[in-house]
């Protein structure tokens, strides 16, 4: 059964720090999500790797994928409030030729403070 | 473009009632599925369609747990007889079929079962 790990649950920072989130999950996938959420709110695309080696950014945002490891960092620079958010990652599963039943892990919750 | 849309955003029911989620997708999109996250564990995967086949039901938990696709447009979840353990929300997202890789979500459906 293909377990994603997300580390860590909670994540407290000040305002123009940087920091990782970390994704490691289980079994075999070239695809992996990273979707954003706030309260109330619906999950958010912000990224889709899907190779090994893929890196992506958006503005304060870099999203790195290593298939071998089994590993997705999600990469915080210079962190602002607005990010306060809770983060996803989720892994793709196929089955039966059809794609993308995500397997998702935990969700970080970070708070940025001033 | 519109996005996904659920319906109702919440509801409050008493185990043993019935309750029917509904969900439109983004126009055009063959991919749909139901996910959910009850309280403090991850978002699961519930069912995918593609049109108005089922693809994958293997997350849907047991047989009061009924997913339509009428036409392949919209899509209800139907819990019947509601229990307790089935309060969370209900998340439901589409894809498009041929191009691009990107999962959309809705705000999810609440449901709490008292």
């Known amino acids: 059964e293909l377990k994603v790990e997300q580390n860590p649950l909670f994540l407290s920072m000040q305002e123009g720090k940087n920091y990782t989130i970390y994704c490691n999950y289980s079994?075999?996938?070239?695809?992996l999500y990273w979707y954003r959420q706030d309260p109330g709110k619906s999950l958010e695309s912000l990224f889709v790797l899907l190779s090994n080696g893929a890196v992506k950014q958006e503005g304060r945002l870099m999203a790195s994928l290593d298939t071998k490891a089994r590993l997705s960092t999600l990469h915080i620079t210079a962190a602002v409030h607005d990010l306060s958010a809770t983060y996803f990652c989720a892994v793709a599963l196929y089955g039966g030729g059809a794609t993308n039943k995500l397997i998702f892990g935990t969700g970080t919750l970070l708070a940025v403070q001033p | 473009e519109a996005g996904v849309t659920q319906f109702p955003s919440h509801s409050v029911i008493e185990k043993g009632q019935t309750v029917t989620l509904r969900c439109d997708p983004i126009?055009?999109?063959?991919?749909l599925y139901w996910y959910r996250r009850v309280m403090g564990k991850e978002i699961k995967f519930l069912l995918h369609f593609v049109k108005e086949s089922k693809q994958d039901e293997s997350g849907m938990p047991n047989n009061r747990f009924l997913a339509e696709r009428t036409g392949g447009t919209y899509s209800t979840l139907k819990v019947q007889p509601a229990e307790l353990e089935d309060s969370g929300v209900y998340f439901c997202?589409?894809?498009?079929?041929?191009?691009?890789?990107?999962?959309?979500f809705g705000e999810g459906s609440w449901l709490t079962v008292v």
């Open positions: 997202a589409s894809k498009a079929r041929a191009q691009g890789n990107t999962i959309y």
């Open positions: 126009s055009g999109h063959d991919n």
């Open positions: 079994t075999t996938s070239d695809r």
